[in-house]
């Protein structure tokens, strides 16, 4: 986050209630109907979860997809406050809060996907700590880094409400804004370690199941995959936010900052395709592409259309300088390419031994999910329109 510079940034001026806001909040209310009915009647009662598949649509979208999409975050805090890239400040505050956002909503998936949801808190208790398991580590990553989000988001609020708050609301908003300018390249830095860290340990979840995950997606080096899509979708995720925001706002393309910002995004997203086709050679895996199975069209759809088809797009100029085309771009990699490889990693390719039926999602599992997007979507117009999150506009005459 960066230090607070009055004027820079302010709340948008936008009616809060509109049709699309309320139906929002409709479909946000028919999920937590479902929601209550699994904190009442259990989770047999509302998913398709059994003992052959633990791990469902929570864990591979609401959990691993969440975190992967709540990347740009991070990279762009890298981008901005380590490399000093500040051409690409203005995109730091949307960036922070959509992490911020998403870090908060994947700790609430989790509650509606742990079977004993009211133990959650465990980790937080050194007696509960477990060193050698992949699930604590992330578990431990993502709280202290939701902690960090929090801590780094203190500014905007001091902005907004010094010298209209009460005096003792002032007075500690001033005293932590003053001692924050001053460690905040700490949090920065701690925040983009952390980031690092529980991306990749997400992929260690499934390194520990060899004989249940598919060949085309096992892989010992699954936790670096992860690590470096992660990294690859946190710009492509910025332009989705920053397009839809825009126009969901009423507000002026920043095409100026996500042009360039496009341009970064071929290299990473070339060093993931070059990995991927590496490692499926050396692990002599081609054949499974074409054995016909789910997994393999899965896996088509997958590397095709998420990954080379927005690889190829966004090294032209031409899609980089449309904002039509660099959405479509992006949006390919995030919902084909890395929301789909989440999916395809936790539930397609996971084929345990003993399963009678396939794994498929429940409408309940479905209807949570949804409506915590849609929760996830009101909060951050909510906050826009509150906090000084945004860059300043020019007004019309």
């Given amino acids: ?26 479909i946000f209310g028919v999920g937590m109907i479902f929601g209550l009915y699994r904190f009442v009647f259990g989770l047999g009662a509302l998913t398709n979860l059994n003992d052959q598949y633990p791990l469902g649509l929570w864990i591979g979208v609401d959990v691993a ?26 995109i ?19 509650l509606f996907d742990l079977g004993r949801w009211y133990n959650i808190w465990h980790p937080a208790l050194p007696s509960m700590w477990n060193f050698n398991s992949a699930l604590f580590e992330v578990g431990a990553c993502v709280m202290l880094y ?46 983009v370690v952390l980031s690092c ?7 260690t979840l499934m390194v520990i199941a060899p004989y249940k995950i598919h060949p085309l997606w096992y892989t010992s080096i699954l936790p670096l995959l992860f690590l470096i899509s992660a990294i690859a979708v946190g710009f492509p995720m910025v332009i989705f936010e920053s397009i839809l925001a825009s126009k969901s706002l009423g507000r002026k393309l920043e095409m100026d900052v996500l ?27 081609w054949h499974y592409v074409l054995e016909g199975s789910l997994q393999s069209y899965m896996f088509l759809i997958e590397f095709g259309i998420g990954v080379t088809l927005p690889l190829i797009m966004l090294f032209s100029e031409n899609v980089r300088r449309s ?6 771009a992006s949006s390919l990699y995030i919902v084909f390419g ?31 999910t949804i409506g915590l997007i849609a929760a996830l979507v009101l909060l951050y117009r909510a906050f826009v329109t509150i906090f000084p999150i945004l860059p300043a506009q020019e007004k019309k005459a």
């Fill in 92 to 110: 730091g505050r949307p960036a922070h809060l959509t992490a911020m956002l998403g870090y908060t909503f994947v700790s609430i998936g989790l």
């Fill in 197 to 203: 860290l529980h991306q990749s340990s997400l992929g």
């Fill in 323 to 328: 904002p039509k085309l660099l959405f479509t």
């Fill in 259 to 285: 042009r360039p910002l496009s341009r970064m995004i071929s290299p990473i997203l070339g060093v993931y395709w070059i990995i991927k086709i590496v490692d499926l050679t050396i692990r002599e895996s």
């Fill in 338 to 368: 890395v929301l789909l490889n989440r999916v395809n990693v936790f539930f397609i390719a996971y084929q345990p031994q003993f399963a009678v039926r396939q794994y498929i999602p429940s409408i309940g599992e479905f209807m949570v």
């Fill in 146 to 191: 939701l902690s960090v989000l929090y801590i780094e988001f203190i500014p905007v609020i001091a902005e907004r409400f010094i010298g209209s708050a009460p005096k003792i609301i002032d007075a500690i908003l001033g005293f932590l804004d003053r001692i924050l300018d001053k460690v905040m390249w700490f949090f920065l830095i701690l925040g």
């Fill in 1 to 26: 986050m960066s230090p607070v510079r009055h004027g820079e940034y302010e709340p948008v001026e936008k009616k809060f209630l509109t049709p699309g806001v309320k139906f929002l909040i409709a």
């Fill in 65 to 90: 997809s969440g975190v992967a999409l709540a990347g740009g975050g991070f990279t762009t805090a890298a981008l901005i406050h380590i490399f000093y890239r500040d051409r690409y400040e203005t």
